[in-house]
């Protein structure tokens, strides 16, 4: 099973896990965006800014937050503009986050340009959810987006090793302990002699 494969049955995962939320739960956008890594997206909280712009927070889930290896799951969560007429974007702030949420980065662009909107996939895979309402991914309902985020990045742990039953172990022979030094030697008890029989009178 290729990265691809197994990334769409996680994702399925997620949402049948995150199907049974309370009433109270959101529906938020998943849409892979690269051979490891997610876009995950909360429609709720695009701000129009004017015209066709519009703003958003977007996390990107991914396999190796870092580059070590084994990889070591994360997030990045960026604030980014997009121009739904001229098919652009340019990002404004982001922060990189470790698997237990310690902030790794974070950074503020000082010369905000606009770019192509498919120069990247996950910065493309927001830019069609937010300006044409989707992208091909996957909706599910959560309390929270974190939610989300750690059910996608627990998607990537190895599975469990399967249980095996332990073999009893045989019994050792137990060691006759040697008397201590001074102490009585117990003797086995002296065979009683047979008594003699009779002899027969003549």
């Known amino acids: 099973m290729n990265k691809r494969s197994s990334l769409a049955l996680a994702a399925a995962a997620v949402g049948l896990a995150l199907a049974a939320a309370p009433a109270s739960a959101r529906s938020y ?3 892979q965006s690269g051979a490891d890594a997610w876009t995950v997206m909360d429609p709720e909280g695009i ?5 066709a712009v519009r703003k958003a927070w977007v996390v990107r889930v991914q396999r190796n937050i870092l580059t070590g290896n084994p990889p070591t799951p994360g997030y990045v969560r960026t604030l980014t503009e997009y121009d739904c007429e001229a098919n652009r974007t340019r990002w404004r702030e982001f922060s ?6 310690a902030l790794l980065v ?3 662009n000082p010369n905000p ?3 192509p909107a498919d120069e990247v996939s996950d910065t493309y895979a927001a830019h069609r959810v937010i300006c044409e309402g989707g992208g091909g991914g996957s909706v599910v309902s959560a309390e929270s987006v974190a939610k989300v985020v750690i059910s996608l990045m627990g998607s990537w742990d190895p599975a469990p ?3 095996t039953p332990m073999t009893p172990l045989a019994k050792a022979p137990v060691a006759k302990t040697p008397p201590a030094k001074g102490a ?4 086995a008890p002296a065979a009683k002699a047979a008594p003699a029989k009779a002899a027969p009178k003549t």
Do not use: D
């Open 47 to 51: 701000e129009r800014l004017g015209g």
């Open 184 to 187: 009585p030697v117990a003797k």
């Open 29 to 31: 956008y998943i849409i």
């Open 106 to 108: 974070s950074k503020v």
């Open 113 to 115: 340009e606009w770019g």
């Open 96 to 101: 990189a986050f470790s698997r237990s949420g």
């Open 161 to 163: 090793a399967p249980f």
